[in-house]
């Protein structure tokens, strides 16, 4: 039987409707894991839940550690994972509160801890990551969004940056010439790492903002969390229709 987790993101530090079984502690050989890990019930159906930014929403991006959240999940028997991310629109059809299913990513991040294959290795270990998302996951994601009464885009490239602070015009215009479609700073090292343990995972992403120079305004957080309350309705909405199917 799948063993499902959710990674909360930014605007999802708490699961609305999520009955709570347990809260469970966990020590990694990575270190501490984001917040302790939320044993519980979803529209009926068991599943873990973990807010990659902590309880309290305080750990920014670049000092998640991605490792110790991700080793907790395989611990725990966990195998499939849907990762939220809030995201900036790079494209302009992508709208705030849209959703993005991304089936590619470009990582732009740095000195971030990437790996579980760097010390006492018997062997050099490279993980194949050329479709960076479980396209079986993502297929059921997509699914369940066509009970959605919002734009979801079934596919768009993730270009993950290191931030915290926002990107320049010029960054956002190489990125889309690199062929991205949506901004964010969470999607790696996440993403490979969930591979490197062999963990099925997805992405859905809430645009929050037009990317940097994407519009006339400058980018603010009251903006932001503005746009993130619509947004996790239609990604809360989404979720109770996955998980009768996984
Ligand atoms: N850039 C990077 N990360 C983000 C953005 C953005 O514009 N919006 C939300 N997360």
Same mark, same amino acid.
């Given at each position: 039987?799948?063993?499902?987790?959710?990674?909360?993101?930014?605007?999802?530090t708490e699961?609305?409707?999520?009955?709570?079984?347990?809260?469970?502690?966990?020590?990694?050989?990575?270190?501490?894991?984001s917040a302790p890990?939320i044993?519980?019930?979803?529209?009926?159906?068991?599943?873990?839940?973990?807010p990659?930014h902590g309880s309290r929403h305080t750990?920014?991006?670049?000092?998640?550690?991605?490792?110790?959240?991700?080793?907790?999940?395989?611990?725990?028997?966990?195998?499939?994972?849907?990762?939220?991310?809030?995201?900036?629109?790079?494209?302009?059809?992508?709208?705030?509160?849209?959703?993005?299913?991304?089936?590619?990513?470009?990582?732009?991040?740095?000195?971030?801890?990437?790996?579980?294959?760097?010390?006492?290795?018997?062997?050099?270990?490279?993980?194949?990551?050329?479709?960076?998302?479980?396209?079986?996951?993502?297929?059921?994601?997509?699914?369940?969004?066509?009970?959605?009464?919002?734009?979801?885009?079934?596919?768009?490239?993730?270009?993950?940056?290191?931030?915290?602070? $926002?990107? !320049?015009? +010029?960054? @956002?215009?190489?990125?889309?010439?690199? =062929?991205?479609?949506? &901004?964010?700073?969470?999607?790696?090292?996440?993403?490979?790492?969930?591979?490197?343990?062999?963990?099925?995972?997805?992405?859905?992403?809430?645009?929050?903002?037009?990317?940097?120079?994407?519009?006339?305004? $400058?980018? !603010?957080? +009251?903006? @932001?969390?503005?746009?993130?309350?619509? =947004?996790?309705?239609? &990604?809360?909405?989404?979720?109770?229709?996955?998980?009768?199917?996984?």
């Open positions: 039987m799948t063993k499902l987790a959710i990674i909360g993101g930014t605007g999802l699961l609305e409707g999520l009955e709570i079984i347990r809260k469970q502690v966990l020590y990694t050989p990575y270190g501490e894991v890990i044993h519980g019930i979803y529209a009926g159906k068991a599943l873990i839940f973990l990659r750990i920014p991006p670049h000092k998640i550690n991605y490792r110790a959240n991700i080793w907790a999940l395989k611990e725990l028997g966990v195998d499939t994972v849907i990762a939220i991310a809030a995201v900036g629109s790079i494209r302009r059809e992508m709208q705030n509160s849209d959703l993005v299913i991304p089936h590619q990513l470009i990582d732009y991040t740095s000195a971030r801890e990437h790996t579980f294959f760097a010390d006492n290795l018997t062997q050099v270990t490279h993980v194949d990551f050329s479709q960076p998302y479980c396209e079986n996951l993502r297929n059921q994601l997509i699914v369940a969004s066509r009970q959605l009464n919002c734009q979801v885009f079934t596919q768009g490239v993730y270009g993950v940056t290191q931030g915290p602070r $926002l990107e !320049t015009i +010029a960054e @956002i215009d190489r990125m889309e010439k690199d =062929g991205c479609d949506i &901004v964010g700073m969470t999607g790696m090292p996440e993403a490979g790492l969930a591979r490197e343990l062999e963990l099925c995972y997805a992405c859905c992403a809430v645009v929050v903002n037009p990317a940097a120079g994407r519009s006339e305004a $400058l980018i !603010t957080m +009251a903006d @932001i969390s503005a746009n993130l309350i619509k =947004g996790v309705q239609h &990604v809360k909405t989404l979720l109770s229709e996955i998980v009768l199917h996984i």
